[in-house]
Structures are given as C-alpha cells and as structure tokens.
C-alpha cells in the first residue's frame, strides 16, 4: 500500500533520493553576461544622448550624411570618457563633463545591476564577511572589461577621416573610467562601502564629509557666477547665436552643446574665485589679478568671460570660497549637535576632534577641486587653443587653505554658539 513505511524500505537502493531545490542565493546570472548587458545598455545611453546633440549640431552647417553624424558622435562619446582625439587641427581633449557625469552614472548603475545580479548583498547576509568584496570586485572588473572592450572597437570602427583614436588607449581609458564607477556602484549595492565607512575614525569622517561639502559650495559658486556672467552678457551670445543662421533645430543643438560643457565652465569660474583662475589659449590668463584674453572662439558661453580685472562691487566674489569653508565647518557643528539629540549619551566632541577635522577638510577639499579642475581642461587643436582650463595643481592648493582657513572658523564659531545656547539652557546642543 502507498504511503506505508514498508515502501521506503523496499525502495530499490539504486534509485538516487529527491533532489532539493536550490536556494535563490544559489540562482546567480553568469557574472560576464550581466557585465556585458548592463555595461552594453550603459554605452548605449550616454551614446544615444551624446548622438542625439551632435546630430542638432550638425544642422548648423546645413546638415550631414548619416555615416558623419555617427562618426562625430562616436567620436564625442569617447572624448566624453577622456579618450584624446586626433584630428586635423591637432589633438582634441576638452572633455565635456556634463556628458561625463551622465555615462559615469549609467556606469556607476551598470556596477550596481551586476554586483545584484551575482547576489553580493546575499553573501553577505548569508554568513560569508569575504564574500561581498570578492563579488563586488568582481562586477566592477567585469564592467570594466566590457566597457573598455566597447572603447577599444568604436575607436577602431570608424574609418579614419575626421579624427582617430588609438583602440589600446580608448580601450585602457574607457576601461579604467569604468572600474572608478562600477566600483563605486557595486561597492554601494554589497554593502562594502558602508561598512569600510562606519570603520573609519570619526574625525577622518567629519573631515571627508566637510571637505566635500565645501568642494560642492565651491563649484556651486562658480556656477552661479558663471551663469550671471552669461546672462550679463546676453546681447553678446545671442548675436553668437544669429551669427549661425540657423534654425531651431540648429540653435538647440548650440544650447545643448553649451550645457554639455557647463560644468567645465563652473570650474574654471571655481578657479577663478579661489584665486589661481584659468587660461583659454596659450599664454592667456583670467584671474582675479590679471586678464589677458586673446581671440576666442565663437561659442556663445564664453561672451562672459571678463576683460578686466575684478575690482567694485565684485570684488566680495572672491570671498566665496571662504565663505564656503565657513559653511561647511559650520554644518560640521550642527549635523554633530542632531547626532547627540537623536543618541542619547552621545558624548560631545572635544576641540581636538572638531580643529582636526576642519583643519584636514581643506586638503580634501583642495584634492576635489584639483581634480575637477584637472578634468575640466584640455586642448583645443594644436594652435593658440592647445592649452585650455584651470591649473589643478595650483587650484588645489590655494583651495586647501582657504577652506581650511574658513573651516575653522566656522566650525569654531558655531560651537561657541553651540555652547553658550547649551549654558543659558535656551537650546540643549
């Protein structure tokens, strides 16, 4: 009779048992082909935007075949990720940022999708500590090996006319571009960056987190600058833009190419307020002391560049990035003061903790705006235009003590306002 225990027993011993169904941490997609999707849909993307700007651009000289239009957008893709170009006119590195920080971010997406779908959060969880950063790891390396495999053959599909590129050095760039923003995606995605986080000293967090805040008030500034700048001299860009007769279309494609490298001009703005400032030419200098401009291309954003020194009314301007450093050292304090509110029998940072962190803010602050400065530059051909942007080096370290500088004292300030508040029994710190 079925069900009986007799069955089991006189089961022939051949027979294998009943398989047990894999658990879903044991279902893990191949880790090379949810590289190659999510890193193939991440250059698609920023691909199809960079396209989609270059054909608007290209209605500006009356249009262009289909195989140019691509061949110039393949060509923007690449200089987006840093790549250098090599056309006619000499070698082209003016990288746009705008269109940077979006292929970082389908990257950094691509590096989470994959860390998710090899289950580096799950290994964690499941007891293995070793396991997450094994896994994050290995996502981000695999992400990193398809997109520079995609680098490496858009720079050698296309015919050499407009520009070349070498595909060993589009592949090296592409491929490390990928590896800084899978990383930090995977490493976000498996918890890895959380916990190395909470392992940090508390004033080397404080210092990380002000610096940054201040880097960000700083580039914010310089945008806000650059952007009054343009506005006051409107009449002048838009007799740039009637210049082109062009349509609509055309037009857009002006704009968006101006926005694509917005965020080169926030930083040389930057630069000029924390005080080193920046060239557009050789031998050329825009700083607050000193401006020697040469002729400039026709491109509509730069009817804002100064011709003078600073000096009236904007001169305060050049207090930005002081102010700046106040304000995070100041938030410093506050974001301390809600930390203790919220934990009770939180003890309060000594002055030791609190000088120390504002005092090492101002060199990550500087190594930020370093590198955005470095970023941000480039060549323009070989002629008067080969030299373009900011000094990093020089930006970085003038940064670093101003922010240090204003760090401090707001972050003093606010914690002898925090005291007394906390004396009088008005406000408990």
């Known amino acids: 009779m079925a069900g ?44 199809a935007s960079v396209l989609a700007v270059v054909a608007l651009l290209v209605l500006v000289s009356g249009g262009a075949p289909v195989p140019m239009v691509l061949r ?23 990288t746009p940022l705008a269109l940077s920080a979006l292929a970082a971010w389908r990257v950094n997406r691509a590096g989470v999708h994959t860390a998710r779908a090899v289950g580096a959060r799950r290994a964690g969880s499941a007891g293995r500590p070793g396991a997450p950063v094994m896994l994050a790891g290995l996502a981000a390396g695999c992400v990193a090996l398809c997109y520079g495999l995609l680098g490496a053959l858009a720079a050698a599909a296309v015919p050499d006319r407009d520009w ?32 190395l986080w909470r392992r940090l000293p508390r004033a080397v967090r404080d210092a990380v987190r002000t610096g940054l805040v201040a880097a960000l008030l700083v580039l914010g500034a310089g945008a806000a600058v650059a952007g009054v700048t343009v506005a006051v001299a409107g009449g002048e860009a838009s007799s740039m833009f009637a210049a082109y007769h062009t349509g609509v279309a055309g037009q857009a494609g002006l704009t968006l190419l101006c926005l694509a490298f917005a ?19 050789v031998g050329t200098t825009v700083s607050a002391a000193k401006v020697n401009l040469g002729a400039l291309p026709a491109v509509p954003v730069l009817a804002g560049l100064p011709t003078t020194p600073v000096s009236g009314w904007t001169a305060p301007l050049l207090g930005l990035p002081l102010a700046a450093g106040m304000a995070a050292g100041a938030l410093l304090i506050r974001r301390q003061a809600r930390e203790r509110a919220g934990r009770a029998g939180t003890p309060v940072p000594g002055w030791g903790p609190v000088l120390l962190a504002s005092l090492v803010a101002g060199p990550v602050a500087g190594v930020a705006l370093g590198l955005v400065a470095w970023a941000s530059g480039g060549p323009l051909g070989s002629g008067r235009l080969a030299h373009t942007g900011p000094g990093a080096l020089s930006v970085a370290l003038v940064a670093a003590g101003v922010v240090a500088a204003g760090a401090l004292i707001g972050a003093a300030t606010m914690r002898v306002l925090e005291g007394v508040k906390s004396g009088t029994g008005k406000v408990r710190a």
């Open 4 to 47: 009986t225990p007799t069955d089991s027993a006189t089961a022939p011993p051949h027979e294998a048992p009943p398989t047990r169904p894999r658990s879903p941490a044991g279902r893990r997609a191949p880790v090379l082909l949810a590289a190659a999707v999510t890193a193939t849909w991440a250059a698609i993307v920023s691909y």
């Open 263 to 281: 965020p080169n001009l926030a930083s040389w703005a930057a630069a000029y307020l924390v005080g080193p400032g920046f060239a557009v030419g």
């Open 164 to 195: 070349t590129a070498r595909p060993l050095v589009a592949g090296l760039a592409c491929g490390g571009f990928a590896l800084v923003a899978a990383g930090a995606g995977a490493a976000a995605e498996s918890g890895v960056a959380a916990r």
């Open 72 to 94: 110039f957008g393949t060509g923007g893709w690449l200089l987006a990720h840093g790549v250098p170009l090599s056309t006619g006119a000499g070698p082209l590195g003016l």
